[in-house]
T-cell receptor, first 116, second 111 residues
Framework: ETGVTQSPTHLIKTRGQQVTLRCSSQ?????VSWYQQALGQGPQFIFQ???????GRGNFPPRFSGLQFPNYSSELNVNALELDDSALYLC???????????????FGPGTRLTVL | SQQGEEDPQALSIQEGENATMNCSYK?????LQWYRQNSGRGLVHLIL?????REKHSGRLRVTLDTSKKSSSLLITASRAADTASYFC???????????FGAGTRLTVKP
């Protein structure tokens, strides 16, 4: 167990709807990153939040947005869902230190999103 | 976009044998990390090797890094059925806050 939790475990939505996924980071970590993992593929970086501000973003459209709260919990919001958004969504927390990009990341178990 | 490419895509071995997986990447990196994933669950961090390191060990794991060839390898010695999983390499670049994963190697260890 990494101490990182995600909710819900599974979710089914229809095309065009909006979804919010939640993540609770490991205690003491100041950074959370979100990833999308399609079946049979490696995780794709969506964005990272550091001290409640977006600190980097991958090649995802603006309808993917996020929040990080003072207690280091985090949300991933996806608007106008498309069929291709069906995937496992993973959050990972870490401790970002000056001059070092990406220390060890601790992943949650993921949320499986199905878009019909 | 994915940077690391693992090779082979799939590997099947007998318990007790060694398993070697390779990873190639394209850009200069700060560090490279290996992760394991069991059946579509969360990833587990295995080992981190920094760009100025050439080799690291952790238990039955040995990781090498060759920055001149932009490649890394993960060796699992004396494999066990419990090592059956997908293994991913991930690279972290300087001044870039995304971490790029490869597509992974699917390892099957037969008892």
């Amino acid at each position: 167990e990494t101490g990182v939790t995600q909710s819900p475990t599974h979710l089914i939505k229809t095309r065009g709807q909006q979804v919010t996924l939640r993540c609770s980071s490991q205690s003491g970590h100041n950074t959370v990153s979100w990833y999308q993992q399609a079946l049979g593929q490696g995780p794709q970086f969506i964005f990272q939040y550091y001290r409640e501000e977006e600190n980097g973003r991958g090649n995802f459209p603006p309808r993917f947005s996020g929040l990080q709260f003072p207690n280091y919990s985090s949300e991933l919001n996806v608007n106008a869902l498309e069929l291709d958004d069906s995937a496992l969504y993973l959050c990972a927390s870490s401790l970002l230190t000056t001059g070092i990009s990406y220390n060890e990341q601790f992943f949650g178990p993921g949320t499986r999103l199905t878009v019909l | 976009s994915q940077q690391g490419e693992e090779d082979p895509q799939a590997l099947s071995i007998q318990e007790g044998e060694n398993a070697t997986m390779n990873c190639s990447y394209k850009t200069s990196i700060n560090n490279l990390q290996w992760y394991r994933q069991n059946s579509g669950r969360g990833l587990v961090h295995l080992i981190l090797i920094r760009s100025n390191e050439r080799e690291k060990h952790s238990g039955r794991l040995r990781v090498t890094l060759d920055t001149s060839k932009k490649s890394s390898s993960l060796l699992i010695t004396a494999s066990r059925a419990a090592d059956t999983a997908s293994y991913f390499c991930a690279t972290a670049e300087y001044n870039n806050n995304d971490m790029r994963f490869g597509a992974g190697t699917r390892l099957t260890v037969k008892p």
